[in-house]
């Protein structure tokens, strides 16, 4: 069974800096996706930022990339010039290609961005 | 596009009343969600519907949580009774037909606070 772990519960950082949220995950399959989710106060889960696992380049948006480390099983995400916005819970979640459909989430990682 | 439509977004009952949540996915999109969020947790899945079909109920208590999803489009959640443990958000989520070789992305609505007293 797939699992997703996210080891810092919470993290704040003044605005403009840059933070790098960790993400580890475990699996024996070799063809899945992994996704950067944020849910600010309003509850709304939108998604950051996606990265497919037989890709090697590291995805970006914007201000967000992610540094996937397939063979460590990490995939972290790191927020460059932090904005006050960018507050919110970050949760990392885990696709297995095929099957139901599913994702496996982590527990979260709430980022505070400080003025 | 309209985005995952989701209410009521703040309920409050006393335990042992019922309640309900009501979803409207995304125009077209075949595969619905519904997630229970307790706070400072991740979603657990509670129901899996593709069309009108339930793929995977497996994490529902089916002695008080029920679901439907009529028409293969807009979806109800019930809690009947409802538990204090059940105190939780509520979301709904939606994407295309599930493809083997895609990564759809689920797009969630708003959710649902649920106070039980």
């Known amino acids: 069974a797939q699992t997703v772990t996210q080891s810092q519960p919470e993290m704040s950082v003044q605005e403009a800096e840059t933070v790098t949220l960790s993400c580890t995950y475990d699996t024996s399959e070799n063809n899945y996706y992994l996704f950067w989710y944020k849910q600010p106060p309003s509850r709304q889960m939108i998604l950051v930022i996606r990265?497919?696992?037989?890709k090697q380049q590291n995805a970006t948006e914007n201000r967000f990339s992610v540094n996937f480390q397939k063979a460590a099983k990490s995939f972290s995400l790191k927020i460059s010039d932090s904005q006050l916005g960018d507050t919110a819970m970050y949760f990392c979640?885990?696709?297995?290609?095929?099957?139901?459909?599913?994702?496996?989430w982590g527990a979260g990682t709430k980022l505070i961005i400080k003025p | 596009e309209a985005g995952v439509a989701q209410s009521p977004r703040y309920k409050i009952i006393e335990k042992r009343q019922s309640v309900a949540f009501w979803c409207n996915p995304i125009s077209g999109h075949a595969t619905l969600y519904w997630y229970q969020q307790i706070l400072g947790q991740g979603p657990k899945l509670l129901i899996q519907?593709?069309?009108?079909?339930?793929?995977?109920d497996s994490q529902l208590p089916k002695d008080r949580f029920s679901a439907e999803r009529l028409k293969g489009v807009d979806s109800t959640l019930k809690i009947q009774p409802a538990k204090l443990e059940d105190s939780a958000v509520y979301l709904c989520?939606?994407?295309?037909?599930?493809?083997?070789?895609?990564?759809?992305?689920?797009?969630f609505g708003a959710g649902s606070r649920l106070t039980v007293l």
């Open positions: 989520a939606s994407t295309p037909v599930i493809t083997g070789g895609g990564a759809n992305v689920l797009t």
């Open positions: 990265q497919e696992a037989y």
């Open positions: 979640a885990f696709l297995l290609q095929g099957g139901n459909y599913q994702l496996i």
């Open positions: 519907f593709q069309n009108n079909g339930v793929v995977d």
